[in-house]
């Protein structure tokens, strides 16, 4: 679909992502679609993980009209007076007329463009099924043979060293995913029949419950898991709606 010479109309984008990313479904801690109203037409779409004050200065550079994260504003229980780091994100957006669309649980979620299927497409992994809380998590198998081939397959794509508890020579049946703080999913994830588990971080409790479990758990990052749905749906809106598109990558080592 080609946009006008002004561009997308930012209404026809909020409305086909709400509807792509069944936003509906989700018992979220964070408000998904449009924060923050910016031009009425859009050209440009920047993509990033967090709209971190890096990322906004980022976009601007390029002279974007959009962006859009899985990590946005206005969570649950934060303080939400806008003053220190809240005030410089939102006055850059207002002062830059810059749109600000985040989508956290959905992003997740979604079947295909979703970090979940995102990662696994990744990392080569076939989709058997899902777990946990809102069908969140995914299982499946793996070409790996060990939990030390999987761990080296992941370093090389993610490009970091994950962190592991348990036996690399571990022969592996069974891996669930699920990407970000899903540490506490952990549980369901052995309850899903898995031999290793994959997420973004990892607490204090995780490592005795591998240890205990005998399932070994690899936290790869919070970041590093999290930034392949938003390039795919940035990707998708490219091809959808025949807007620019480019994915900033902010770094970040956790």
């Known amino acids: 679909m080609d946009t006008s010479e002004k561009g997308l109309e930012r209404e026809t984008l909020t409305k086909h992502l709400a509807e792509t ?20 037409h859009i050209r440009r779409l920047v993509t990033g993980v967090t709209a971190s004050l890096a990322l906004l200065d980022a976009a601007i550079e ?5 962006v859009l994260v899985h990590h946005g504003y206005f969570w649950r229980g934060e303080d939400p007076r806008v003053v220190g780091h809240r005030r410089l994100r939102l006055k850059r957006l207002l002062d830059h007329e810059l749109n600000l669309y985040a989508y956290h649980l959905p992003l997740d979620a979604h079947p295909v463009l ?9 990392l080569g992994l076939k989709a058997l099924g899902r777990f946990g809380e809102q069908d969140l998590g995914w299982y499946g198998d793996s070409d790996a043979q060990t ?25 592996i049946a069974r891996v669930a995913w699920c990407t970000g703080a899903a540490q506490n999913a952990f549980e ?32 790869c990052g919070h970041h590093a898991t999290e930034r392949f749905g938003v390039q795919a749906l940035g990707a998708y809106l490219s091809s959808h709606f025949g807007i620019d598109h480019q994915f900033i990558d902010i770094t970040n080592p956790v």
């Open 21 to 40: 990313l069944d936003i509906n479904r989700f018992r979220d801690y964070c408000p998904n679609g449009l924060q923050v109203e910016g031009k009425p």
């Open 62 to 66: 390029v002279k974007a009209d959009a």
């Open 114 to 122: 979703g970090n979940n299927a995102q990662l696994g497409t990744r």
């Open 147 to 171: 939990v030390a081939e999987l761990l080296d397959l992941v370093r090389r794509v993610l490009g970091r060293q994950p962190q592991l508890i348990g036996d690399p020579a571990q022969r």
């Open 188 to 219: 369901q994830a052995i309850d899903a029949g898995a031999s290793v588990y994959l997420s973004g971080e990892i607490s204090e409790q995780t490592v005795h419950l591998a240890r205990e479990s005998g399932v070994a758990y690899l936290a």
